[in-house]
């Protein structure tokens, strides 16, 4: 199915879309958002939360956040996913709410900290955030085997790599977590993480 555009940066929350749209053999436009640019009034008119992702369908309709376009492209495409009705799928889900509803905030409050809290207390702030980060770290580590997926990666998995890469303390959440490691290695050589870094001028690696 041909009219995708994925609004984003290469870092950014649309680093997954990418990866599940060419997992399903989709077509798609990438369109970067600088960070400047996410905040013009042309696109908050797109997305009120001045943020990417953006999907845009194919029919011209917009959907904003990651999760809505994660089921979004799960609906779409259920090759993607384990079968409804199956305690993958069930478990598939649950690692998707783990790492956007506590995960994400964690790492979310230690990198912009002042949407909390007054200068003087960043450093506390940020402390307690890398604390909770590894209370999911320690988690997410222990659903490996050796993917969220079980043999194979499934769409939570790109997901998860995704987060990776944002971690605040890279040797932090690796450390005593042998899993994540091997997962990491694992996802950076995989096809569909490859070209996606690649087509953005990244190292495979990276």
Partial sequence: MAGYKVMGRSVAGSFFVECLLREAGADYEFIHVSRGDSKSDDFVAINPLARVPVLVL?????????????????????????????????????????????????????????????????????????????????????????????????PADFYMFMMTRWAPDGDRMLAGRPRLGSFMERMQTHPTVDAVTQSHGRPSGG
């Fill in 58 to 154: 194919p029919d011209g309709r917009h959907i904003i956040e990651t999760v809505a376009i994660f089921i979004h492209l799960i609906e779409r495409f259920p090759q993607l996913a384990p079968a409804d009705g199956s305690a993958e799928r069930d478990l598939m889900w649950q690692h998707l709410a783990v790492m956007a509803t506590s995960l994400y905030p964690a790492m979310h409050r230690h990198h912009h900290t002042h949407y909390y809290a007054p200068e003087e207390m960043f450093d506390g702030v940020r402390d307690k955030a890398l604390e909770d980060g590894d209370r999911w770290w320690d988690y997410l580590n222990s659903q490996l085997d050796p993917f969220l997926g079980g043999a194979a990666p499934g």
